[in-house]
């Protein structure tokens, strides 16, 4: 709708990662640093560990755009809570290997000669687990055994582990020592500060052919990171609803004001029936038309929006992977 208002060649702020869309801030770039390293390395673990909406999975798929596919054979799994049968079955799925009716033994070797019959052709195996922190700790140990798959010269198989914050407790509880001495890199992403941001904003709008119309005032830059506090995802989410917005009200110019209102609308969309978001003059961290600085305070009500929003999609994403599994004949 907007694009075509604003003269851009598709929508800047999709949910759905995208590779064209990568933004290079200090924490990506260093996570990206560790991940090619990694793969330089051809075994042990890789763990990227962030909140929701930091961007864990465009960093693997902007890995995915860049890597040689001739010489690495490279899957990604996105987890539930699996049992470490149904690893096995998802995994053994998720590389186009048959998996129905078989036993564990019959999984193993089958998967051991797939792995083999890679090396053979001069190919590597990388495994990229989505959701780790949905992984119960004898799931894990399976994964980790599948590591101990290897020739003389090196392993059959590399695992990259993305997880939410709660995975890195996982990764240190006494049980996970083994585990542990599998890493070879780890990296926590955190949410980005109020310059890079900007940065990302506009370099996800020059992406499509922005030329800083609508233009984006400093004011509204700093009350767009303070409603999303810098989370990726959220500020997707934010910003789309701006341009639908601006679209809407035929803006070419977005003030405080216009941060405000965009905000106090997804608010109220996410309040509870009988708990309605508040006005302009109580929202925390709202800014008045004539305001010269953001004001601070508690942001929580605004930034629970688009919280909801990303559990609702990550519920229909597990509900998908639920009926895969059930295809698969993994659920009872």
């Not at 990568?22 to 051809?42: C, I, N």
């Not at 700790?137 to 939410?164: C, K, P, V």
């Not at 500020?235 to 209102?261: A, H, M, S, T």
């Not at 600085?293 to 992977?321: A, C, F, W, Y």
Request: proline content about 5%; overall charge neutral.
């Amino acid at each position: 709708m907007y694009e075509a208002f604003y003269n851009l060649a598709t929508k800047p702020f999709q949910l759905s990662p995208d590779p064209r869309f990568f933004f290079d801030s200090t924490v990506h770039k260093r996570a990206m640093s560790y991940l090619r390293y990694g793969l330089s390395q051809g075994e042990g673990f890789i763990v990227i560990t962030g909140g929701i909406g930091t961007g864990k999975t465009t960093l693997v798929r902007n890995l995915f755009a860049e890597m040689d596919r001739r010489q690495i054979v490279a899957a990604q799994l996105v987890t539930t809570r699996l049992g470490p049968d149904e690893l096995l079955k998802i995994i053994s799925s998720t590389f186009g290997l048959p998996s129905e009716g078989l036993s564990k033994a019959s999984l193993l070797k089958q998967f051991e000669a797939f792995l083999k019959k890679c090396e053979f052709q001069d190919k590597r195996v990388l495994l990229v687990v989505d959701e780790a922190q949905n992984l119960p700790a004898d799931t894990l140990e399976e994964l980790r055994m599948l590591s101990n798959y290897q020739t003389d010269n090196r392993s059959l198989i590399q695992s990259f582990l993305l997880g939410q914050d709660e995975f890195r407790q996982t990764i240190q509880s006494p049980g996970m020592e083994q585990m542990r001495q599998r890493i070879i890199a780890s990296c926590h992403l955190s949410p980005l500060d109020k310059k890079e941001t900007r940065l990302y904003i506009e370099h996800r709008l020059k992406e499509v052919g922005w030329s800083s119309r609508p233009v984006i005032t400093d004011i509204a830059f700093e009350l767009i990171h303070n409603y999303t506090n810098g989370v990726p995802r959220r500020i997707n989410v934010f910003c789309d609803r701006l341009l639908l917005y601006g679209y809407l009200e035929e803006l070419f110019v977005f003030k405080p004001e216009v941060i405000n209102i965009v905000a106090e609308e997804l608010a109220n969309e996410a309040s509870t029936p009988g708990q309605p978001g508040q006005s302009d003059a109580g929202t925390p961290g709202a800014a008045s038309p004539d305001s010269k600085m953001p004001v601070s305070g508690d942001l929580s009500k605004q930034v629970k929006h688009v919280e909801m929003v990303v559990e609702s999609l990550e519920r229909t994403m597990n509900d998908k992977i639920d009926l895969l599994k059930q295809s698969l004949g993994l659920l009872k």
